[in-house]
């Protein structure tokens, strides 16, 4: 079981950051690969990005690359979010997510494919 609490969200302009963190329970953090994921209002939640078990490898969707960057503290049990050069479409609540993984170097980018998930924070973009 892996309890998933994100931090970090607010009120911003156009253009300027951010940086989420999602803190996760337990000893096991390494064996999860994990995810971010975002949901605005009347949409349906949509894969953002994610990350290996290891941190060694990333995906993005095309609508954040270039702009977020997400890293993972396997000694802190913390995965990050920066997103840079926001924009207002960015609006929305976003979630961590953690998928129990076997493969060291694989990503998942399918909300189905998560086991867990924290309860979102709130990300505004004004222009």
């Known amino acids: 079981q892996v309890q998933l609490v994100e931090s970090g969200g607010g009120l911003v302009q156009a253009g300027g950051s951010l940086r989420l963190s999602c803190a996760a329970s337990g000893r096991t953090f390494s064996s999860y690969a994990m995810g971010w994921f975002r949901q605005a209002p009347g949409k349906e939640r949509e894969f953002v990005g994610s990350i290996t078990r290891s941190g060694s490898g990333t995906r993005y969707a095309d609508s954040v690359k270039g702009r977020f960057t997400i890293s993972r503290d396997n000694a802190k049990n913390t995965v990050y979010l920066q997103m840079n050069s926001l924009k207002p479409e960015d609006t929305a609540v976003y979630y961590c997510?953690?998928?129990?993984?076997?493969?060291?170097?694989?990503?998942?980018?399918?909300?189905?494919?998560?086991?867990?998930w924290g309860q979102g924070t709130q990300v505004t973009v004004s222009s």
């Open positions: 997510a953690a998928k129990a993984s076997a493969y060291t170097n694989y990503v998942y980018a399918k909300k189905d494919d998560y086991d867990y």
